[in-house]
Nanobody, 121 residues
Framework: QVHLVESGGGLVQPGESLTLSCEAS????????MNWYRQGPGKERELVGF????????HYADSVKGRFTISRDNNKNMVYLQMNKLQPNDTGVYYC??????????????WGPGTQVTVSS
C-alpha cells in the first residue's frame, strides 16, 4: 500500500528556514520522480518543484527558485524540501506527491496528507 507522510512543518518568522521531509513506503521509491506542492489559504494548489528519480533533474517554481532546495535519499525512501528565506506568502499546506515513473513502472498518483507551514511575525 502506497503511503506518503510529510513532516517538519511549523510556525516560523519571515526570513527563517524550515526543512520538510516526506517518507515514502509501499512502492519502489527510486522508480519515481517526486513532487512538492503547496496550497496557501484561499489559493489553488501549486507545484513547488520536483526531483527526478536520480536527482539528475530538479525543477522549481519561479516563486521559490533560489530559496528552496529539493533533495532525495533513495536509500531511505525520503524526499526533502529545504526552505530558506521564508516569506509570509510561503504560508500553506505542503504536500509531497508521486511523480513520473521510470519506463515500464506503473503510474502512481498518491498524495501525502500535507504539513502546515506558517510564516508570520
Amino acid at each position: 500500500q502506497v503511503h506518503l507522510v510529510e513532516s517538519g512543518g511549523g510556525l516560523v518568522q519571515p526570513g527563517e528556514s524550515l526543512t520538510l521531509s516526506c517518507e515514502a513506503s509501499g512502492f519502489t521509491f527510486s522508480d519515481y520522480a517526486m513532487n512538492w506542492y503547496r496550497q496557501g489559504p484561499g489559493k489553488e494548489r501549486e507545484l513547488v518543484g520536483f526531483i527526478s528519480r536520480t536527482d539528475f533533474n530538479i525543477h522549481y517554481a519561479d516563486s521559490v527558485k533560489g530559496r528552496f532546495t529539493i533533495s532525495r535519499d533513495n536509500n531511505k525512501n525520503m524526499v526533502y524540501l529545504q526552505m530558506n528565506k521564508l516569506q509570509p506568502n510561503d504560508t500553506g499546506v505542503y504536500y509531497c506527491k508521486t511523480g513520473r515513473a521510470r519506463w515500464g513502472a506503473p503510474t502512481l498518483d498518491f498524495w501525502g496528507p500535507g504539513t502546515q507551514v506558517t510564516v508570520s511575525s
